[in-house]
């Protein structure tokens, strides 16, 4: 998931300034998640825009609607579409990723609007529903087959494909931040656990930053959104929630 927070108010209020109808959209995806955009979240920021004199239309996505996903945030936005004609503004709760769909979409549709960010994005993390942890980097060419699943671009402070360094504490913690555990020692451990202790003699090829090349760019078939949804409803319902 993309991890990221709320920008601090008053740079939010600073976008706005001048304007005065404004549009809200948040994101059920991340930042449902992140609490940066979900339907809470976009409630809070309206109560807080109107309070400033703003004229708001408040657009929250339902959880598992992604705004980076057109085929769902389009059927909202369409919902909303004369809302975004008459704006001055829209503020979107969401990633950057989501912002730039929503921004593309609008302009597709001939509306040129300023629309800014309320959350900075922070990168790839994982795990929850609490403690989400930074994993990658989305580089383009992952190395977790070389390393036991655990990647040194991102837990290694110096981003090291070779290690460990010189520097790792007898503790097995890293020499930039002695609470951290060391990522190479991390992945001699892991490869003890599998069985795979030989493999930490091998030398690494550096890595192909060129694969991170921006901005990149993905063609796929569509999946049918219907029936995708059809399967969800289905797993949902396994799981005794209705």
Partial sequence: MMGQIRKPI?????????KKKIVIMGCGGCATIFHTGGIKQVKEMGEILRKEGKEVVEIGLPFAVFCC??????????????????????LMMSCGDGLQTVRRYLESKNIFKPIYPSNNALGFFGEGPKEFIEKCLGCGECELGKTAGICP????????LNGPCGGTRENGKCEVDPEKDCAWYLIYKRLQETGEIEKIKRINE?????????????EVEPIDLHEKLKETKKVIESLGIK
């Fill in 10 to 18: 008053e740079e939010i209020l600073s976008y706005l300034d001048g």
């Fill in 69 to 90: 996903y057109l085929p769902m945030s389009s059927m909202m936005i369409e919902r909303h579409i004369e809302d975004f004609k008459n704006c001055d503004a829209v």
């Fill in 153 to 160: 671009l991102t837990q290694c402070a110096k981003g090291l």
């Fill in 206 to 218: 550096p890595h192909k930053w060129s694969k991170a090349t921006r901005p990149r760019k993905l």
